[in-house]
């Protein structure tokens, strides 16, 4: 947002904030933990800048509670400024977002134009733009599509690369080395997040993205895509990219061009897709060049090891028989493999997700695909919501957490204890893989032939020891 308000000189100065950037991880009695800054600097931070407008952006619904404390921390530190929000929450309740205090408007959906446009009209003091909501404006100007009420930009390479130049990114660099990573297994020194493509054009209960993407699949071009990595590649030493798109493998001949020109760099770039790709675009060919332009590991979202879950609970066009062939594939060339499962779904039975547990730890075991079991989460802005809150598949309140959900076949409960069994297994799988692994031979041999040399160095002052084995290897 802050490179499309610069190229399109917006006369205003722009400052971005990331109140995580100082590191500092503060433990309160209460046993709540904050990571980054605490209010009071916050609040201090505001002050100083004395800006007229302050948009705050929430990623995640489980965290807006903190973003409307932000809304509250701004007016207080500065009244008289506009204090706009946006993100997925946001676009998916606009209007219970606006009757936060503090919050003065709503910028819905995609934020680069729609937030130019509103900057531009906020000087003639009245505000009607497609997708921004105040506490004044009606909602004339939204579309009756309930999911998705406002549109979307067509052309995404008419955007430019985003403004690095103004945030620290060192400072980035220097948190993710130390493990403040937004990935639990961090493979590079400096590694950035792209985002090539918007929207999707499936319809997964459980997905939100369309709140603030659409359905519409849009993208960059290759040679778009080709001139990022060459910017965060040579003027800020990227060396490894997580690909970050919903559907990356969705268009096989745009994927292959980006993969021909990966390939083709004199310098590889490591790169994974921490998000997941779909299963059924894949050749065997695909899969090598796949490997070959640097890729470290595919995650591919499968969902459920049952087909008919996947057809009438998830809604999701995918064959699982096509998935087989994409991991076997991936098992020949050797280019690690990762799958995503999301099992307590209004629908399911406790078979199914019995099922879809034994399938994860069977193409494990078989084909090496490491599994990743999700615990639904009724989001909003998604199918899955709507069919949680209307027919009240919960207790309590509904914080948009992992495994809230109840119905007549399962409780939190007993998902909890099944997942939790899975985890065992897991373990005791990886066990035996890595005990017989290649891998593990080598640490054999490396301890048995430090045993002997530890052993012929050793000075016995004792009689010696009948039937010693100093070891073979």
Not at 133 to 142: A, C, V, Y
Not at 160 to 172: G, I, N, S
Not at 356 to 382: E, F, M
Not at 434 to 442: D, E, I, R
């Amino acid at each position: 947002m802050a490179a499309f308000l610069r190229e399109n000189s917006w006369p205003g100065k722009i400052e971005i904030y990331d109140a995580r950037l100082s590191g500092n991880i503060t433990k309160f009695s209460n046993g709540d933990i904050v990571f980054g800054d605490l209010d009071e600097v916050i609040e201090q931070r505001i002050i100083d800048s004395a800006p007229d407008i302050i948009a705050i952006s929430n990623m995640f619904s489980w965290q807006i509670s903190n973003a409307f404390r932000m809304a509250k921390i701004a007016k207080k530190s500065c009244s008289n400024a506009i204090v706009v929000i946006g993100g997925p929450h946001a676009s998916s309740f606009p209007e219970e977002t606006l009757k936060e205090s503090g919050i003065d408007y709503v910028v819905m959906g995609e934020g680069e134009e729609r937030f130019y446009e509103f900057l531009m009209a906020i000087n003639n003091k009245e505000v009607a733009i497609q997708g921004v909501l105040g506490k004044i404006e009606d909602k004339k100007l939204l579309k009756p599509n309930k999911k998705v009420p406002i549109s979307f930009i067509k052309k995404l390479d008419d955007l430019p690369l985003p403004a690095y130049d103004m945030v620290d990114v060192d400072r980035y660099m220097k948190l993710q080395s130390n493990g403040f990573s937004p990935r639990p297994y961090e493979w590079g020194k400096r590694s950035f997040t792209l985002l090539t493509s918007r929207g999707c054009p499936h319809q997964c209960v459980f997905c939100s993205i369309q709140a603030t993407m659409g359905y519409k699949w849009r993208h960059h071009s290759p040679d778009n895509v080709q001139k990022h990595i060459n910017l965060i590649v040579e003027k800020y030493g990227c060396d490894f990219i997580h690909f970050e798109d919903d559907n990356f493998t969705h268009d096989p001949e745009r994927y292959d061009e980006i993969i021909n020109t990966l390939i083709k760099r004199k310098k590889k770039i490591r790169w994974d897709t921490p998000n997941g790709i779909r299963g059924d675009t894949w050749t065997l060919e695909r899969v090598k060049k796949t490997k070959e332009s640097g890729c470290q590991y595919l995650t591919v979202a499968i969902e459920s090891g049952v087909q008919n879950v996947i057809d009438k609970v998830v809604k999701k066009r995918l064959d699982l028989k096509q998935v087989s062939k994409l991991m076997n594939y991936c098992r020949r060339v050797n280019l690690r493999l990762n799958a995503f499962y999301v099992i307590g779904l209004p629908g399911e039975t406790k078979e199914d997700i019995l099922k879809t547990l034994d399938y994860a730890l069977t193409s494990y075991k078989k084909y090496n695909v490491t599994p990743c079991i999700n615990l639904a989460k009724a989001l909003p802005g998604t199918e899955l919501y709507e069919n949680t809150v209307n027919n009240h598949l919960y207790e309590g309140e509904l914080k948009f957490k992992p495994n809230e959900i109840i119905t007549n076949e399962f409780d939190p409960q007993w998902i909890a204890q099944q997942y939790n069994k899975f985890q065992r297994n897991l373990k005791i799988i990886k066990i035996v893989k890595f005990l017989f692994s290649p891998n593990f031979y080598m640490l054999r041999v490396v301890y048995e032939k430090f045993r002997v040399i530890l052993a012929l160095n050793t000075n016995y002052n004792s009689a010696p020891r009948k039937n010693k084995k100093l070891g073979t290897a």
